[in-house]
């Protein structure tokens, strides 16, 4: 069972850009669908973006789309989120979370599809 730690997140402003980081461990990560999800206070889990086990597609919601992009190093075994034109409403904890079992080009925008998650970091942004 692979283990995901989150890094990257912390406070900015409006318009700023910021990456983060998820890195895995004990498991094969290639053999993995991955994706980022985010709460913001008050509110459920949402999806972000995903990406296949191959890095070769992603998809984002319609939120973030143009301006968070996911991708994934499969040499190093970790996933990142390159967050651009940030707003107070992406303001959340950002999760990554690991989907076992899927298919080599499928991607997933549910979250009960996920096996394993990360603890999360928090992203305030401010106006």
Known sequence: QVQLVESGGGSVQAGESLRLSCVASGGAFRDYAMGWFRQAPGKERDFVAAINRYGYGGDAAESVK???????????????????????????????????????????RQSYEYDTWGQGTQVPVSS
């Open 66 to 108: 143009g301006r968070f992009t996911v991708s994934r190093d499969n040499i190093k075994n970790t996933l990142y989120l390159q967050m651009n034109s940030l707003k107070p409403d992406d303001t959340a904890v950002y999760f990554c979370a690991a989907k076992s079992g899927a298919a080599y080009f499928a991607t997933s």
